[in-house]
């Protein structure tokens, strides 16, 4: 197979996009023979049909199908190039990639990264959410600048990085004013039978939980489990259940979800953990982030 011709997957890519050859070749102020001509050529070097008749038009083969998926990206990115080199004249913005994971409470995930768009570079922030283990990946083959969990790097994980811990907070057990008032007692007596909206298996807090549940022969009422925190709090809003959060925000989640505090856990702690590649850090955000985390949020 000889090299892939830009300028022929291009005129594909426009023929596909504007529903015809003599579609396309009106955008391309190009005649509709040296459209075909160029179409006949991609055909040939892929050594597949991508086109076939269909009626009076044309529709995709499988083959066209795919080479589609991969034209889309590469001239959609083409695009978003062209629209950052020329509507950015105080400069272009450094990307800022950072995997949250899951079990990271959404408020702590914004309060830990809002102090790096203070940096005098423009930024674009990219966030993807997911499970630890699939973001140390994207972190260990550089398409994450950063990764903010909720436990250290796991030790069977073969991934070369390196733990920064940001801070740590107590918990408060928290619930709707009316499931509070319903649940008599000193705290944290008052948990006994009550419902209770757990975290997923996979949170670092969990067995530590469940632990101090056990200490204090405390039964609750599991209702229900999530591996989201935003859904456990849209179920926590609800009065579903009571559920613990960070110390350092319970008066945040509190305003924004109509939440009373039912009582505070000193003696459990929840840690937060930036992972990058660097053992000492230089990316600007990633600096800007792990200081403002230590220096305020935890401090």
Same mark, same amino acid.
Request: charged share 20%; proline share 5%.
């Given at each position: 197979?000889?090299?892939? $011709?830009?300028?022929?997957?291009?005129?594909?890519?426009?023929?596909?996009?504007?529903?015809?050859?003599?579609?396309?070749?009106?955008?391309?102020?190009?005649?509709?023979?040296?459209?075909?001509? @160029?179409?006949?050529?991609?055909?040939?070097?892929?050594?597949?049909?991508?086109?076939?008749?269909?009626?009076?038009?044309?529709?995709?083969?499988?083959?066209?199908?795919?080479?589609?998926?991969?034209?889309?990206?590469?001239?959609?990115?083409?695009?978003?190039?062209?629209?950052?080199?020329? $509507?950015?004249?105080?400069?272009?913005?450094? @990307?800022?990639?950072?995997?949250?994971?899951?079990?990271?409470?959404?408020?702590?995930?914004?309060?830990?990264?809002? =102090?790096?768009?203070?940096? =005098? @570079?423009?930024?674009?922030?990219?966030?993807?959410?997911?499970?630890?283990? @699939?973001?140390?990946?994207?972190?260990?083959?550089?398409?994450?600048?950063?990764?903010?969990?909720?436990? =250290?790097?796991?030790?069977?994980? $073969?991934?070369?990085?390196?733990?920064?811990?940001?801070?740590?907070?107590?918990?408060?057990?928290?619930?709707?004013?009316?499931?509070?008032?319903?649940?008599?007692?000193?705290?944290?007596? $008052?948990?006994?039978?009550? =419902?209770?909206?757990?975290?997923?298996?996979?949170?670092?807090?969990?067995?530590?939980?469940?632990?101090?549940?056990?200490?204090?022969?405390?039964?609750?009422?599991?209702?229900?489990?999530?591996?989201?925190?935003?859904?456990?709090?849209?179920?926590?809003?609800?009065?579903?259940?009571?559920?613990?959060?960070?110390?350092?925000?319970?008066?945040?989640?509190?305003?924004?979800?109509?939440?009373?505090?039912?009582?505070?856990?000193?003696?459990?702690?929840?840690?937060?953990?930036?992972?990058?590649?660097?053992?000492?850090?230089?990316?600007?955000?990633?600096?800007?982030?792990?200081?403002?985390?230590?220096?305020?949020?935890?401090?």
């Amino acid at each position: 197979m000889s090299g892939l $011709n830009y300028k022929h997957l291009y005129y594909f890519w426009m023929v596909v996009k504007h529903g015809g050859v003599l579609r396309a070749g009106e955008q391309l102020h190009v005649t509709p023979q040296a459209i075909s001509g @160029q179409l006949k050529l991609l055909e040939e070097a892929m050594g597949t049909a991508l086109l076939r008749k269909r009626g009076r038009g044309l529709e995709l083969t499988e083959s066209g199908r795919l080479a589609l998926s991969y034209a889309d990206e590469i001239f959609h990115l083409g695009e978003e190039l062209q629209d950052v080199l020329q $509507n950015h004249p105080d400069g272009i913005p450094q @990307q800022f990639r950072v995997g949250i994971g899951d079990m990271v409470p959404k408020t702590v995930a914004y309060h830990l990264l809002q =102090p790096a768009f203070h940096s =005098p @570079q423009a930024l674009r922030l990219i966030c993807r959410e997911g499970q630890l283990i @699939q973001l140390l990946g994207d972190l260990a083959t550089h398409q994450l600048d950063l990764v903010i969990a909720d436990r =250290p790097l796991p030790p069977e994980s $073969n991934v070369r990085a390196f733990n920064h811990l940001l801070g740590e907070s107590s918990l408060c057990i928290v619930g709707t004013p009316s499931l509070c008032a319903q649940l008599s007692g000193d705290f944290p007596h $008052n948990l006994q039978q009550a =419902p209770f909206l757990m975290p997923g298996a996979d949170a670092a807090i969990r067995p530590r939980l469940q632990g101090w549940l056990e200490r204090h022969r405390l039964r609750v009422r599991v209702v229900a489990e999530f591996d989201d925190g935003a859904l456990l709090k849209a179920f926590g809003k609800a009065g579903m259940g009571c559920f613990a959060v960070p110390t350092i925000l319970a008066d945040e989640i509190c305003h924004e979800y109509q939440l009373a505090i039912l009582g505070r856990i000193d003696e459990l702690t929840e840690q937060f953990y930036a992972i990058s590649v660097e053992r000492r850090l230089t990316h600007p955000a990633v600096l800007a982030v792990t200081q403002q985390a230590r220096a305020s949020l935890f401090a």
